[in-house]
């Protein structure tokens, strides 16, 4: 059974200033508006959301936010993720069933995408998130684009920066010939009560050493549920993500 939209589903969009590729890259310009307005225009146009609001740790980014007309909430500087960012944004949704997060740095994200993973959460399911196939052998080599590991009944088993799994036959420029692999689009699915939880979880090994918040929920045990989409988007973390986004917009224009 997929979730109903008539469980109240609200968007949160984490957003931080001191981010260490692309400082203040929240409010970069893309064609004229700021990236954090263009991320909250996305989630706005999908279906049977309730609402949005951005989590954030900086009033620049707030204020930016509330100048738009968009919705905008404090978190604490300490928080170590942009998911414990959304997990303390979620203390005061007390009304929400499900919370998507979606990434601050998705200015392409599509409005399907956020769609597709709230029907994608079964009423067993507590968790999950979007990937999509592998196309190009740069892709499949970029610390810089995560890949997921799949299991049989299409939960994820690990997230790396590393390519995996490891085609020990064949040759590195070959391996894509002879595996399927998965890149992990930054969107999040959680049910609000196991996002409650999550804020108490301790960071593990894996976690801290990849970067990957979401290995913390693997780490204790729970499960992540995945749907493999065909939409793509591209994540902004440096300034040549940055220049290739603005490059697509004003060609798409």
Request: proline share 5%.
């Amino acid at each position: 059974m997929t979730v109903t939209r008539s469980e109240r589903t609200v968007v949160v969009i984490p957003a931080r200033y001191n981010s260490q590729r692309l400082p203040a890259k929240a409010l970069a310009t893309i064609g004229g508006k700021p990236m954090i307005q263009r991320v909250y225009e996305r989630a706005l146009g999908a279906h049977g959301i309730s609402r949005v609001l951005v989590a954030t740790d900086d009033q620049r980014i707030a204020s930016v936010v509330r100048a738009f007309g968009g919705e905008a909430l404090m978190t604490p500087s300490s928080l170590l993720s942009g998911t414990d960012r959304v997990a303390f944004a979620a203390q005061s949704i007390e009304d929400a069933e499900i919370i998507v997060n979606v990434q601050g740095d998705e200015p392409l994200l599509a409005p399907e995408m956020i769609d597709q993973g709230v029907e994608l959460l079964t009423k067993n399911d507590t968790a999950g998130t979007l990937v999509r196939c592998i196309d190009s052998h740069e892709e499949l080599m970029s610390p810089n684009v995560v890949k997921v590991v799949l299991d049989r009944e299409g939960y994820c088993l690990y997230f790396s920066r590393s390519t995996v799994p490891f085609c020990r036959d064949h040759a590195q420029d070959d391996w894509k010939h002879h595996h399927t692999y998965y890149k992990h689009i930054g969107l999040y699915i959680f049910r609000r009560s196991f996002l409650l939880r999550f804020a108490g979880l301790t960071p593990g090994p894996l976690e801290r050493s990849e970067k990957l918040e979401q290995l913390r929920i693997l780490e204790h045990g729970f499960r992540i549920k995945a749907a493999i989409t065909a939409y793509d988007s591209i994540p902004v973390d440096t300034p040549e993500d940055l220049d290739r986004v603005r490059r697509i917009l004003q060609s798409n224009q």
